[in-house]
């Protein structure tokens, strides 16, 4: 009976792995390269870009491809249907400002489209803001700060055995946010052993889903907090945050953009700096090193908890958004979501409003060191915005490249970025 046991686990096995195998990369593979490696020019100074297409790493001949060429987000010259004799291409162009100048080229292969891009960069290090710090912009929120501490925390912790160590005990977590009723859901991590512990706060990047917390940072030797910021339990299926996502926060960050009070942002950052509050509130946090982390939009809340909380002692922003929004009301590639770049024709309470949740503006009052990372491919938050966030920082900060990477990271990335945090915590 034993061996028949055997042999129906391994013919299940047989089923079952061919079926977790995954889609990996693509056969037809666009490439297109700056002519310097490290991808960067003298305003002025002429980018020579290959453009490459290939199969099964030999040069597809006669491949036909769209390019588009020119600044970041706004090409000056677009054409279709181009023949790559040899299976190469050169383009060129140029920028005689700071900036970054793009070429996007698809080609089309069998009926489907395959996508290749490079940004050359233009004395990024120069590249400055469009926006303007509004007058009170930093009393405005720490009015806001204020008057929600008045609410209290008001905390509850369920312990989840199934997600628990040995060494870390992991429980879902809620506190009230900026009025009664009110709450911010996470998953937090505690080490078990007695004692006291380095923290860090974990921001998620857009959209809704359920987290499932950081436990490798625990078992370091770490608090870790990470929170959503819809309002939700974070601990439900799939499907709740699929109904949500096409629902109720369908589109949230558009949600109230002509008023700063009402707008959906203001509870979102509310929400993450009393995340600090929290942990500050357990026994076990020692008081000392606290870091703040996340992508995209949580690069974003990442540069903002850090401005307005001086219990934070570090931060990382991986690709951050919300960089510069007034950018693209002259034709500059601004942060992710893009709000003027869709609406070309903004009320001015909604380019008053865009200002009091723009990262030029928080990070402008940083005082703690910072780790930035990015690619110069990605075009949901432009390197262009990134920079000119990065650029009005003041306080000690690092910036870690990886040029082609678009909106996503390297392993190699990955590491450092955890790296990084986990030397700043002591661990």
Not at 72 to 85: F, G, M, S
Request: glycine share 8%.
């Amino acid at each position: 009976m034993k061996q028949v046991k055997w042999i129906l686990i391994l013919l299940i096995c047989n089923l079952i792995l061919p079926l977790s195998a995954q889609i990996r990369g693509n056969e037809i593979r666009v490439v297109v390269s700056p002519d310097k490696l490290d991808w960067t020019y003298k305003p002025g100074e002429k980018c020579n870009f290959t453009v490459q297409v290939y199969k099964a790493q030999n040069l597809l001949p006669d491949a036909v491809i769209d390019y588009e060429i020119g600044p970041d987000r706004y090409p000056a010259e677009k054409k279709q249907n181009v023949v790559l004799k040899d299976g190469k291409l050169t383009l060129s162009g140029k920028m005689t400002e700071p900036g970054f100048y793009r070429c996007n080229v698809t080609a089309k292969v069998n009926g489907v489209n395959y996508q290749g891009t490079a940004a050359a960069a233009y004395a990024p290090e120069q590249i400055k803001p469009r926006v303007t710090e509004p007058a009170g912009f930093y009393s405005y929120w720490t009015d806001v700060l204020a008057d929600a501490r008045q609410i209290p925390l008001a905390t509850t912790m369920t312990l989840l055995p199934e997600r628990c160590t040995e060494k870390v005990n992991v429980y879902e977590v809620s506190y009230q946010n900026i009025r009664h009723g009110s709450r911010t859901f996470g998953i937090l991590c505690v080490p078990k052993a007695p004692g006291k512990y380095p923290a860090l706060l974990r921001v998620p990047g857009a959209g809704v889903r359920p987290y499932y917390g950081d436990v490798m940072t625990a078992e370091k030797g770490a608090i870790t907090l990470e929170i959503g910021i819809h309002g939700v339990s974070v601990t439900q299926p799939q499907a709740f945050y699929d109904l949500l996502s096409n629902g109720a926060v369908n589109g949230y960050p558009f949600q109230n953009t002509d008023d700063k009070d009402g707008m959906y942002y203001k509870r979102v950052v509310v929400g993450a700096v009393r995340g600090v509050d929290l942990i500050a509130s357990l026994p076990e946090f020692n008081g000392e090193a606290l870091g703040v982390t996340g992508s995209s939009q949580g690069g974003a809340l990442s540069v903002i908890t850090a401005a307005l909380d001086n219990r934070v002692t570090c931060y990382a922003a991986v690709h951050p958004a919300m960089c510069d929004h007034q950018a693209a009301r002259f034709q500059v590639a601004g942060g992710w979501p893009h709000y003027f770049e869709y609406n070309t024709n903004p009320s001015q309470a909604q380019i008053a409003t865009a200002d009091y949740y723009d990262v030029v503006n928080f990070g402008r009052h940083i005082q703690v060191p910072g780790w930035f990372s990015w690619g110069y491919n990605d075009q949901v938050c432009p390197p262009t915005s990134m920079y000119a966030a990065y650029n009005t920082i003041s306080a000690p900060k690092t910036l870690d490249l990886y040029l082609e990477t678009a909106h996503f990271w390297y392993q190699e990335q990955y590491d450092a970025w955890n790296n990084w945090l986990w030397n700043q915590m002591g661990l």
